[in-house]
């Protein structure tokens, strides 16, 4: 079993940042891709930010530029720098890995607030 555990949400003003940070723990062997995803109220969850193992990213198109997502192998840790942010960033930020042969887990989800 795999346990996923985040931290770094809160509150914060318009223009401000936030790092988010998930780390896995349990029996992985293997990390195929780490990502985060939101989850505005009434809207689907949708992917915000990937990296795979070899280091290639993707981004959502209303974050690019603005936040980045990095990893620590090592560590089995996922971040995720969120710059300049809008109020439109708020949500709840969930990280997802990708593991072993392919079995998916989810982080608890951690709530961004992001005030005008």
């Known amino acids: 079993q795999v346990q996923l555990v985040e931290s770094g949400g809160g509150l914060v003003q318009a223009g401000r940042s936030l790092r988010l940070s998930c780390a896995a723990s349990?029996?992985?062997?293997?990390?195929?891709?780490m990502a985060w995803y939101c989850q505005a109220p009434g809207k689907q969850r949708e992917l915000v930010a990937a990296i795979t193992s070899d280091g290639n990213t993707n981004y959502l198109d209303s974050v690019k530029g603005r936040f980045t997502i990095s990893r620590d192998n090592a560590e089995r840790t996922v971040y995720l720098q969120m710059n300049s942010l809008k109020p439109e960033d708020t949500a709840v930020y969930y990280c997802?890995?990708?593991?072993?042969?392919?079995?998916?887990?989810w982080g608890q989800g951690t709530q961004v607030t992001v005030s005008s």
């Open positions: 349990g029996n992985i062997f293997k990390i195929i891709r």
């Open positions: 997802n890995f990708i593991v072993n042969f392919g079995s998916t887990y």
